[in-house]
């Protein structure tokens, strides 16, 4: 029985493991972590993640042939094939800082597979890394060999989070880079693509070289993002000029050359990859000696920076220029629908912004524990080239500033203003008309995510803002300055 081990429980590693062992009965799935509370969870009724369908898989695996264990270099040692899905952050000092990928943890790793491993293994990093990790990776197992044979892939993942399940099940391609020039190099590819072929149609099952594999990940995400910058920046443009920017995207999407996907306006773009991943290729771009290259795609983190900026501009603006001592309900806080990832995501500018402008947040996300959102809004935000964009807010304040409830109508009564920051299904279907009944007057809508009905909740009395749609002709009178 093939053996395969994955060091890393996390986003990644629990729901790719899960798949691989529901897809492939005939293989025998560890998946180690260092963390503790981490694999405990995973061994319980209540998964260290929320992730759509990702119960029901974990449930008819495990136990079976499908484990998580803290064991982590006995399990190690015992695999055939070594996943490595750990942590890759920005590094927050050195050289580097604020851009370059932090492999201390992908670096312990591959020191502990060199240390532990009596026999040969095909390693394969599922990390997002920077281009050429493979080579170092290589040298550090090599240096440590005892007469033992270590491949090394590159089989970057393409899910997306809240809809990482359907993602693994049918993927658009996987991507499986190694060394195409060896016969070894070959032979692990094979048995990698082997695999997935028990449930990827052949033809998406890509095989290249290993730098093509780790290059075109972080290309992948700075296209995405930059597809969202580039509708987001519109986005400014059509509140100056009337257009409606959903209406921009629906016709330039329709160019089968575009494509009508990732164009959705919002407040900015989240989550644990985009800005991590742009910042590494900005550096390597640099490090490289391709500052024009390294500059273009800045920019798409900075247009990101600027449309959060805008958005709480626009809130303070409209209100007469003051919060101070107003309530303003932030409807969710999760980078996206879907999931209680709070990794990056906007709403954590947004609603240090509105603490700084001295608002009273109560905060309301569906999957999103209130330590949780207390620890994203107290912890120093690593600042890009952004000076004084977000300093962070005294825990104090945030103390005395925020509160979290359970439910939309709770953290709406008696509030200012609304901030939707998360387009979650629910708030599509809220009664509005009890909402606006309970709030002083004149009552405003933010909403970030274009999920409102603008119409409707004109009609029923709400001054509604909506990114890049016609402004409200209160709004116009009362010009945000970015
Ligand atoms: N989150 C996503 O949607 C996504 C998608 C594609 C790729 N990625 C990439 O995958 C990688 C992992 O991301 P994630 O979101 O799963 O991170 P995560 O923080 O959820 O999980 C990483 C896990 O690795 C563990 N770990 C770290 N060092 C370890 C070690 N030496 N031994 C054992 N365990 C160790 C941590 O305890 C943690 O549980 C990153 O490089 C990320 O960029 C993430
Ligand atoms: O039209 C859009 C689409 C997305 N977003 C926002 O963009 C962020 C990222 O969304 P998404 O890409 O759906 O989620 P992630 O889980 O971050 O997935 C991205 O990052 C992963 C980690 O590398 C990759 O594997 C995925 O392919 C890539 O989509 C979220 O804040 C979304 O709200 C928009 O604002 N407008």
Known sequence: MVKICC??????????MAVIALKCPSINVAVVDISVPRITAWNSE??????PGLDEVVKKCR????????????????ADI???????????SGLGAGKAADLTYWESAARMIADV?????????KSTVPVKTAEAIEKILTHNNKGIEFQILSNPEFLAEGTAITDLLNPDRVLIGGREETPGGLKAIQTLKDVYAHWVP???????????????????????????SSVNS????????????????????????????????????????????????????????????ANYWKHVIKINDYQKNRFVNRLVSSMFNTISGKKIAILGFSFKKDTGDTRETPAIDVCRGLLLDRAQLIIYDPKVPEAQMMRDLSTPKFDWDQPGSTSPVSEDVITKNVKVVHNAYEATKDSHAICILTEWDEFKSLDYQKIYDNMPKPAYIFDGRNVVD?????????????????????LKDMPAIA
């Open 46 to 51: 209540t998964l260290p993640i929320y992730e």
């Open 202 to 228: 052949e033809e998406r099952i890509l095989c290249t070289n290993l730098w093509s594999a780790e290059l075109s990940k972080l290309a992948a995400n700075a296209f995405l993002a930059q597809r969202i």
């Open 7 to 16: 060091i890393g429980a996390g986003y990644v590693g629990g729901p790719t």
């Open 117 to 125: 491993s009596k026999s040969s293994k095909i390693v394969v990093e």
């Open 234 to 293: 519109m986005s400014a443009l059509c509140e100056a000029t009337g257009a409606n920017v959903s209406q921009v995207s629906y016709a330039v999407g329709k160019d089968s050359r575009i494509g009508p996907k990732f164009l959705n306006a919002s407040v900015g773009f989240g989550g644990s990859c985009f800005q991590k991943d742009i910042l590494n290729l900005v550096y390597i771009c640099e490090c490289n000696g391709l500052p024009e290259v």
């Open 82 to 92: 070594v996943f490595v899905s750990v942590n890759t952050p920005t590094k927050t």
């Open 454 to 474: 603008v119409a409707k909740l004109r009609q029923i009395g709400f001054i509604v803002y909506s990114i890049g749609k016609p402004l409200d002709p209160w």
């Open 63 to 78: 136990g079976k042939n499908l484990f998580f264990s803290n064991e982590v270099e006995k399990n190690v040692a015992e």
